[in-house]
């Protein structure tokens, strides 16, 4: 009887799972092996917010192989050495896993693929967490895509909302005795950060269905609105699942098509704007892929040298907390500090906020956000920072200054999402906090910080520092 082991890493689930579905159909055996090896993702190991998810989304898979009397073999170390082990102890003759694509993952799998290879072992890597592989869509002059309308019309055409794959089950699921238990791999942190995350997650395959099943139940049919609106449960909160490989896209967009293909047209919600926000998720991986040093280099080289301001912890550390005196950043930042997430349209007036009124460089925001955030992923935080920061591709311009008082009385008109994350002003009315010029005492008396910085003084220093800058060309 063969025997498999199939290599999770950020593919927590058992549907939809294309190297687990090859296994179970080729062997009679397969072992399910997690790996710690936080040095093997250098620089970007997970953060303190996705090791707290990893640890709950590692349990949750445990518990849906335990129902099928499995276990996830648990072990930490050197990646190669540990399969090397494994494959001896229980006599395994292939391995699979499911393809990474961040440029230290690609390297590092690259490596164990062929070493495996040359120890006599079958090696299987599958597709499955994205909608296409980065390398499939290219311009018509087989080039990658640097913006993301075009990339999008292209990818679309390939998009059918195909059924995905059922969860698959070996004959006998594997295991040794020699798992190490879920604490061992010191995931969860030590202060009470976490409460808060626990209160507002369930990591998952089942937490993530839990998800798209409200969202497909309401927030879908406001989408193109309600997204930009922080105070509702406009978007479908799926990055961390995503992320984490407990649903894929396939998965969600054959859920929604199902969902309401047999509603009435006239009253079937368009599941498009959130088909194209899922089309950015793959263009980001799309650019990180063909475009490997973007994590710490500008994708538009004239900001190489552009002039940012000196490093200033203490305006780091304000921005971070919450403690800027501009309220919409700072309900975000302390929306992201409890829950481990922030409103994505909240997001961009923060990130806005610290590359251009503050002009510090968008690597303090994106290892922020990288540390604090449950859905850190590598590809979506790089785009994400760049484009705010205008130094990315699609960016953002860079005279384009998000104002955090006109967004938050756009967005948050009631001032709903304000109060919330900002308990000690509640009781003042939606105009002053809009607009808190007008009696800023008022904000102070109550222990809320008078503003970091002077927003139209420090626009103006951001469009000179912009002028500084050569030409675009191309």
């Known amino acids: ?40 993702d250098a620089p970007w190991a997970a953060g303190g917010a996705g090791r707290w998810w990893l640890h709950h989304s590692l349990q949750a898979l445990d518990a849906q192989l335990a129902d099928q009397s499995g276990r996830l073999h648990l072990a930490s170390g050197d990646t190669l050495g540990e399969v090397r082990r494994l494959a001896r102890a229980g006599k395994a003759d292939a391995v699979y896993w499911t393809r990474r694509y961040e440029p230290a993952a690609i390297a590092h799998d690259t490596r164990l693929k062929a070493a495996l290879r040359a120890d006599g072992l079958a090696v299987e890597s599958h597709g499955g967490n994205l909608w296409c592989e980065p390398w499939q869509i290219a311009t018509g002059q087989d ?103 407990e649903i894929t896209p396939r998965q969600i967009h054959h859920a929604l098509h199902t969902q309401h293909a047999r509603t009435d047209a006239r009253r079937r919600p368009d599941i498009e704007p959130y088909l194209r926000e899922l089309g950015w998720r793959e263009f980001a991986h799309h650019l990180l892929y063909h475009f490997p040093d973007t994590p710490s280099e500008p994708f538009d080289p004239r900001f190489a040298t552009f002039r940012w301001a000196d490093d200033d912890d203490t305006v780091l550390q ?43 460089h968008w690597h303090h925001g994106a290892r922020w956000f990288w540390d604090t955030l449950v859905d850190a992923d590598l590809a979506n935080n790089t785009l994400g920072w760049q484009w705010v920061a205008g130094c990315g591709a699609d960016a953002a311009p860079y005279f384009r200054v998000f104002n955090p008082y006109a967004q ?38 109550r222990g809320y910080p008078a503003p970091l910085i002077d927003l139209p003084a420090s626009r103006d220093a951001a469009l000179a520092a912009w002028r500084t800058l050569a030409p675009k060309t191309g």
Request: aromatic residues 8%.
């Open 1 to 40: 009887m063969s025997t498999a082991i199939v290599l999770f890493r950020r593919d927590l689930r058992l549907a939809d799972h294309a190297a687990l579905t090859a296994a179970c159909a080729a062997h009679a055996h397969v072992m399910p092996l997690y790996v710690h090896a936080p040095d093997e």
């Open 143 to 245: 080039s990658p895509y640097r913006v993301f309308t075009p990339y999008w019309r292209k990818l679309r055409t390939r998009l059918e909302p195909e059924a995905p794959l059922p969860a698959a089950r070996p004959g006998q699921w594997l295991t040794q005795p020699d798992s190490l238990p879920l604490a061992a791999l010191q995931l969860l942190p030590r202060i009470a950060w976490a409460d808060g995350l626990a209160q507002t997650w369930h990591p998952g395959e089942a937490g993530a269905w839990e998800c798209l099943e409200l969202f497909g139940d309401d927030a879908v049919a406001d989408y193109a609105h309600g997204r930009d609106l922080p105070a509702r449960h406009g978007t479908s909160r799926l990055s961390p699942h995503l992320h984490f490989g």
């Open 318 to 360: 304000r921005w971070q907390r919450g403690r800027t005196g501009i309220p919409l950043v700072d309900a975000g930042m302390r929306e992201l500090w409890h829950t481990g997430w922030m409103h994505n349209r909240v997001r961009m007036v923060a990130a806005s906020l610290l590359t251009k009124n503050l002009r510090q």
């Open 408 to 445: 938050a009385a756009r967005f948050d008109p009631q001032t709903s999402y304000l109060k919330r994350w900002l308990p000690e002003l509640a009781d003042l009315s939606p105009r002053l906090l809009h607009e808190p010029w007008r009696d800023p005492a008022a904000l102070t008396a």
